[in-house]
Nanobody
Framework: QVYLVESGGGLVQAGGSLRLSCAAS????????MGWYRQTPGKQRELVAI???????NYADSAKGRFTISRDNAKNTVDLQMSSLKPEDTAVYYC???????????????WGQGTQVTVSS
């Protein structure tokens, strides 16, 4: 079992910044990738940004140029620095981790409990 604990959400005015953090703990051999997704009522959860255990990153078009994802492999943490926030960024943001239980096992997918980000206009 892997546990993901998020922090850093809150209320911010449009144009402002927020930093989300997520720490992974529990039983795993390795973390293949960590990322951030978001969801608004009535919509599907969507990718915001993801980072592999190397340096490879992938961003949603809406996040490019405004958000930066970073990872500390030694601490099993992932951060999302969000700048130039817009009201449409308002959502519950979920941390995600793709892990392996052993060197030869398949991938397991875990989610955090979510943290609310609200951007006021």
């Amino acid at each position: 079992q892997v546990y993901l604990v998020e922090s850093g959400g809150g209320l911010v005015q449009a144009g402002g910044s927020l930093r989300l953090s997520c720490a992974a703990s529990g039983s795993f051999f390795s973390i293949h990738a960590m990322g951030w997704y978001r969801q608004t009522p009535g919509k599907q959860r969507e990718l915001v940004a993801i980072i592999s255990n190397g340096v490879s990153t992938n961003y949603a078009d809406s996040a490019k140029g405004r958000f930066t994802i970073s990872r500390d492999n030694a601490k099993n943490t992932v951060d999302l620095q969000m700048s130039s926030l817009k009201p449409e960024d308002t959502a519950v943001y979920y941390c995600n981790a793709v892990t392996r239980r052993t060197h030869f096992s398949g991938f397991d997918n875990y989610w955090g409990q979510g943290t609310q980000v609200t951007v006021s206009s």
